[in-house]
């Protein structure tokens, strides 16, 4: 998805057994405030909410997640605070993905939003009928 695209264009497509969220995990996170906005922003004009959101961006990054290795953390003040839920699979797989690159899940979080929102260094591209992160090449 490059930033010229909404969120409710990439995420129309469902993907199998995310309907319903059974099992969940509590995911709470400092970032900066305008990132918080234009993800919060995002996910309204994709008519999803803040959780369903979330999950979506996670569960399409995991396939090129060492896209977030070289990226910096935020250098901003993290001034808002963002409290969800997703599916424990997912968290499952975050939590694995996150190990594996060395870093807390908070971090793996923050830095997707912050370089997909704000820094704008990452897209998602359609792949193979799937979304998958990208970095962004001007």
């Known amino acids: 998805m490059n930033?010229?695209?909404s969120f409710a264009e990439v995420s129309a497509s469902p993907q199998p057994g995310r309907g319903i969220l059974t099992t969940t995990h509590v995911i709470s996170l400092r970032l900066p405030s305008v990132t918080d906005a234009a993800f919060r922003r995002s996910a309204a004009n994709a008519?999803?909410?803040v959780s369903a959101?979330?999950?979506w961006l996670l569960s399409n990054s995991f396939s090129n997640c060492q896209l977030?290795?070289?990226l910096a953390d935020c250098?901003?003040?993290l001034d808002a605070k963002l409290?969800?839920?997703i599916p424990n699979a997912t968290f499952e797989q975050l939590k694995s993905t996150a190990h594996q690159l060395?870093?807390?899940v908070s971090v793996y979080i923050r830095k997707l939003l912050y370089h997909y929102y704000t820094a704008k260094t990452l897209k998602y591209m359609r792949s193979n009928g799937h979304y998958?992160?990208?970095g962004c090449h001007d």
Do not use: K, W
């Open 68 to 70: 977030l290795f070289g």
């Open 102 to 104: 060395g870093m807390p």
């Open 3 to 5: 930033h010229n695209q």
């Open 83 to 85: 409290d969800v839920r």
């Open 47 to 49: 008519a999803m909410s």
């Open 75 to 77: 250098p901003e003040a």
């Open 53 to 55: 959101g979330l999950d």
């Open 132 to 134: 998958t992160l990208a």
